[in-house]
């Protein structure tokens, strides 16, 4: 994992920049952000399986060529900080224009929704593992959790999509802090073994509760959720575009992993984040500085599930049928490869990750049962040559800037105390 000095963060010495080199910068940061939105679109776009071999060798070429020059990708990462409320201003607008761009493809549209149910849970999961360092194998049961609970109050009890969403999420939350208390005797692997039993038992009890679950008939006529008069199978027109229903749950999702990439930073830089971050990295170190590791365990298995439970509901009342072959053991195992390729902590690079592993296998749907071959292949030479994943979290460094802390102490006016490096 690299390093990142807290230097760069705390003290930011880009805010000196004239309004021509930030109007430049931003140019060239809009030009790369807008040519990586326009390869994902024509990738989606092709519909040859010869034309798509020959558009995934061009660009596995050209990104090889690019990662020949070892400083290219890190200076695209820089730009992005410099101007990092534009970045996600561009990133919003792209994920915006998603529908429109495909405004007369229902299954792209529904493609794109289901990226982003994933990209929910798989945020959710990387605060639990790239947080915290906690290995959950079961997060499906979450998933599970959460789409059981939205859709049996709806179906059952006529319970509004929105309470039902709030209530899925909670209730993931409390499996989450079941499996918390276990799981405090164990890590590592164990904590594996340990998440990958429970994900087993789960499922079993999905098809045998008949009472809650309805066994393995499933949940039937789930009802889609509605805003006033508005129902979302409705069609939707944007600024002219005629769009299917699909755009509604398209923009439900986005809005949401809006909510959930906003409380991860808040997590990731707060008070609770900074222990996560030392119980990842050294337990032992972390209790004997006074951190309760119970707590943040349950807390981080907790805050994890909720948003699992989350992207559950929002998927159930998506599809109008939820069955317990939706929450087998590869479904957790395809949120945990999310992660670990688009990088265990970083919020953007699991964003990526999670959008990849849904897109290519549909895009490679062509190949019919050569498809998971090349898919399996592509990950493995992800973790061979890139093992910290796509985007691996930095490492932040905390100390002092020396000169900057004496010029702040002299224009205080108190030019006797000198300050002294943290370690």
Request: glycine share 12%.
């Amino acid at each position: 994992m690299p390093e990142l000095d807290f230097i760069d963060t705390q003290f930011d010495p880009t805010t000196d920049r004239s309004l021509g080199r930030r109007i430049k910068d931003r140019g060239l940061l809009t030009i790369i952000f807008l040519g990586f939105f326009a390869l994902f679109i024509v990738g989606l776009a092709i519909e040859s399986a010869a034309l798509l071999v020959g558009y995934i060798v061009l660009v596995t070429a050209g990104l090889f060529l690019v990662g020949r020059f070892k400083d290219t990708g890190d200076e695209v990462q820089k730009r992005a900080l410099k101007d990092r409320n534009y970045a996600f201003v561009l990133v919003g607008l792209m994920a915006v224009a998603y529908p429109l761009i495909f405004s007369s493809d229902a299954y792209l549209i529904h493609v794109g929704t289901l990226a982003c149910i994933y990209v929910i849970m798989a945020l959710g999961l990387n605060i639990t593992l790239g947080f915290a360092g906690l290995l959950d194998v079961g997060f499906a049961v979450y998933f599970a959790a959460g789409a059981y609970t939205s859709s049996q109050l709806a179906v059952l009890f006529d319970v509004p999509f929105w309470i039902g969403l709030l209530m899925g999420g909670l209730v993931a939350a409390f499996f989450g802090f079941l499996i918390a208390w276990p799981a405090l005797r164990v890590k590592g692997h164990y904590l594996a073994m340990v998440t990958l039993g429970y994900g087993l038992i789960m499922n079993i009890l999905h098809r045998n509760l008949k009472f809650l679950t309805n066994g393995t008939d499933g949940v039937l006529n789930i009802p889609p959720p509605s805003i006033g008069g508005f129902d979302f199978l409705q069609t939707v027109s944007i600024f002219g575009f005629e769009m299917p229903f699909q755009a509604n749950f398209y923009y439900l999702a986005l809005a949401l992993i809006a909510v959930t990439i906003f409380v991860s930073y808040r997590l990731q830089n707060s008070n609770i984040g900074r222990c996560w971050e030392a119980m990842r990295e050294d337990e032992i170190a972390g209790k004997c500085f006074g951190i309760n590791l119970t707590r943040m365990k349950v807390m981080a298995f907790s805050t994890g599930a909720f948003f699992g439970g989350i992207g559950g509901a929002v998927f159930a009342h998506m599809i109008g049928f939820v069955h317990p072959d939706n929450f087998v053991i590869l479904t957790s195992i395809t949120i945990l490869a999310m992660v670990l390729i688009g990088g265990m902590g970083n919020i953007w690079g699991v964003v990526i990750g999670a959008i990849l592993l849904i897109i290519i296998p549909e895009r490679l749907r062509e190949f019919e049962n050569l498809r998971m071959l090349l898919f399996g292949a592509s990950m493995a030479l992800i973790m061979i040559y890139r093992p910290q994943g796509l985007f691996p979290g930095a490492r932040k460094r905390r100390g002092v800037d020396r000169k900057k802390m004496e010029q702040l102490i002299e224009q205080s006016g108190k030019s006797g105390i000198h300050a002294r490096p943290v370690a």
